[in-house]
């Protein structure tokens, strides 16, 4: 987790446990949601609704399982930036159990203005802090 500038604490719940006894493909979307929800407010006052001006929205969501995740197991869930374009910026995910590497994801992260139903460029204030908290 040395190289995400943001992480957090996150307790499986019985809810996110699938038939099989392990966490659920749908929970993960949901917990890398609540990191993202995270490392938006860790920047500043802002939030999926509103980054200054604008909100987002996920064209896609990508998932990588490497281990079982199970009721009740301690993870810690890193989110970190790895690139900035005009209108988006990609963001990356990791999920550990004990130090070891459990899940890992990818979202592109598009602004969008909810009003005008269209894309958006990043606002500047916040593209200025995103490109000061990941040293980019």
Do not use: W
Not at 10 to 28: D, K, M, P, Q
Not at 100 to 128: H, M, N, S, W
Request: with cysteine.
């Amino acid at each position: 987790m040395n190289e995400f500038r943001f992480a957090m604490p996150y307790l499986v719940r019985v809810a996110e446990i699938n038939y099989g006894g392990h966490v659920a493909n749908s929970a993960v979307l949901s917990i890398m949601q609540d990191a993202r929800i995270g490392y938006l407010a860790q920047l500043g006052p802002y939030s999926e609704l509103d980054l200054g001006g604008c909100g987002i929205i996920l064209p896609e969501a990508h998932l990588f399982f490497r281990a079982e995740m199970f009721l009740h197991d301690r993870l810690e869930v890193g989110v970190r930036c790895s690139e900035i374009k005009r209108s988006s910026f990609q963001l990356e995910y990791r999920i550990e159990r004990g130090g070891d590497l459990t899940a890992e994801g990818t979202t592109p992260v598009i602004c969008f203005d909810y009003q005008k139903r269209k894309p958006v460029r990043i606002p500047d204030r916040f593209r200025e802090l995103l490109v000061a908290f990941e040293n980019l």
